[in-house]
């Protein structure tokens, strides 16, 4: 089938390039003139592993082209995947749909054919009905059916997540296309197993941001526990262990820590409380504003088990901070609670430096005045503390033992619990988490 995927950042150009390898032929339009030649030469401007490789295989094949104009993307097909950014408002908790809005208003009225535009953006609810509206209105003698079919990716396994997910989801408000299309795009994954779930577009906006909501209030839950595990001296990890072999509780999203960040959880656990408040529902999502509080409030705590590793105080004292991205195999630092530590360090007078594998140049452009190394060894090089922040492999294999040498003084506070605490105590180190 030939279809189009209006905007190629991290959810478009993943969706586009899966599409693809699914056997479809694909357009995918990006309006930015410099990361659609990025693109169009097989270069993804962030990264994700796996997707390099992938786009270039398609786009070499012929399967997937990429454009600027929304002229050669109407005249191209007549299935529309929207997978532009909703970022959150400045100053405020709502999403920013500047740009959903945008893709319609360029696109519907330049279609001369009936067509199906299918959301993957997250949105709050009543999108999908507003956007149905506004196409109508645009449409010129042709009938646009608008639909919702959320996305569901984890960065460092989104390709996996689009060819194998754990479900598919879609929104149709009924007497449309939408459903028999959605099949026959997604054939080979529903033939695999996956389960296909057919709903009203509300209901398939709101899946969305109820998985999402559950997942931040999962993990801002272990570390409520956590903070009355310090204040007890338990143990939350066995904790976790321990309740996470209930089937109704499971283990996943229970490590405590530092909590989550990114593009997703905490911009749209806003929206959604936010949304609520528009709708008079406030009330029903109260506790995400906890939810909310608890993960920033690991930060700040973070940064006390800091000075207190450091004797009080960390005026003068060199830190090293390994970690800027907000989980592993990711390079994106949106609301990222390693550099989010890093930056009130600096703040309260210390020098930090940096190390991420993949994470650097985006972290450069957003915490300029950090300090940033190459390698884990000169990150730490005279460090009065070592914090990790994001769970890389590397630094879970680092050997304490090796490392002890390039220090000043042997404190490492483990921000993911992901270190072998007896390993660096037997190391010689002082270990907190």
Request: proline letters at 4%.
């Given at each position: ?8 950042g991290?959810l ?14 694909v357009l ?24 390099p490789?992938?786009?270039?295989r ?10 600027g104009?929304?002229g ?6 007549d ?7 909703t970022p ?37 609810v009543?999108?999908a009905?507003r ?14 059916e608008?639909?919702?079919?959320p ?7 989104a ?6 997910p ?12 939408a459903e ?20 009203d577009p ?17 993990i ?15 143990d939350v ?31 749209d656990?806003?929206?959604?409380m936010a949304r609520a ?6 009330e ?10 608890v ?6 705590r ?18 090293c901070?390994?970690?800027a991205?907000?989980k ?31 994470a650097?140049?985006n972290?450069?452009?957003l ?6 190394a ?18 890389w ?11 002890k040498?390039h220090?000043?003084?042997?404190n ?13 105590i037997?190391?010689?180190w002082?270990?907190?988490a």
């Amino acid at each position: 089938m030939r279809m189009v995927v209006l905007g190629l950042g991290y959810l478009g150009a993943t969706h586009a390039a899966c599409m693809a390898e699914l056997g479809h032929e694909v357009l995918g339009i990006e309006v930015v003139a410099a990361k659609r030649a990025q693109l169009a030469a097989g270069d993804v401007p962030f990264y994700e592993p796996g997707l390099p490789e992938l786009l270039k295989r398609n786009i070499d094949s012929g399967k997937l082209t990429i454009s600027g104009s929304y002229g050669d993307a109407a005249d191209f097909a007549d299935v529309f995947f929207i997978a532009v950014g909703t970022p959150q408002k400045k100053g405020e908790y709502s999403a920013d749909l500047q740009y959903v809005d945008a893709a319609v208003e360029e696109l519907v009225p330049l279609l001369t054919r009936d067509a199906l535009v299918l959301g993957k953006s997250t949105v709050p609810v009543g999108t999908a009905q507003r956007l149905a509206d506004r196409a109508d209105e645009l449409a010129k003698d042709i009938n646009v059916e608008i639909a919702w079919n959320p996305e569901f990716l984890r960065e460092g396994f989104a390709i996996d997540d689009t060819l194998h997910p754990d479900r598919l989801v879609l929104g149709a408000f009924g007497g449309g296309a939408a459903e028999v299309l959605c099949r026959e795009i997604y054939a080979p994954i529903i033939d695999a197993g996956t389960p296909f779930i057919v709903t009203d577009p509300a209901t398939a906006e709101l899946v969305k941001t109820s998985a999402n909501a559950f997942l931040a209030t999962k993990i801002s839950f272990i570390n409520a526990i956590a903070e009355v595990c310090d204040a007890a001296g338990a143990d939350v990890k066995a904790i976790a262990d321990a309740i996470g072999y209930d089937d109704r509780i499971g283990r996943r999203f229970l490590n405590a820590g530092l909590g989550f960040g990114g593009g997703c959880l905490p911009k749209d656990i806003r929206a959604f409380m936010a949304r609520a408040g528009e709708l008079g529902a406030a009330e029903a999502l109260a506790f995400l504003r906890e939810v909310d509080n608890v993960n920033m409030r690991r930060r700040t705590r973070m940064v006390e088990k800091a000075r207190e590793m450091c004797n009080g105080s960390l005026v003068g004292k060199r830190i090293c901070i390994l970690g800027a991205a907000f989980k592993p195999e990711s390079d994106d630092v949106r609301d990222s609670p390693a550099l989010n530590v890093a930056g009130q360090i600096q703040l309260q007078g210390a020098s930090v430096t940096v190390y991420d594998p993949k994470a650097t140049a985006n972290s450069k452009r957003l915490f300029p005045t950090l300090d940033y190394a190459e390698s884990v060894v000169e990150a730490c090089s005279k460090a009065d503390a070592v914090l990790v922040l994001t769970e890389w492999r590397e630094f879970v294999e680092i050997d304490p033992i090796e490392l002890k040498k390039h220090v000043r003084h042997a404190n490492v506070l483990d921000g993911r619990m992901c270190l072998d605490s007896g390993f660096w105590i037997a190391s010689g180190w002082n270990y907190a988490a």
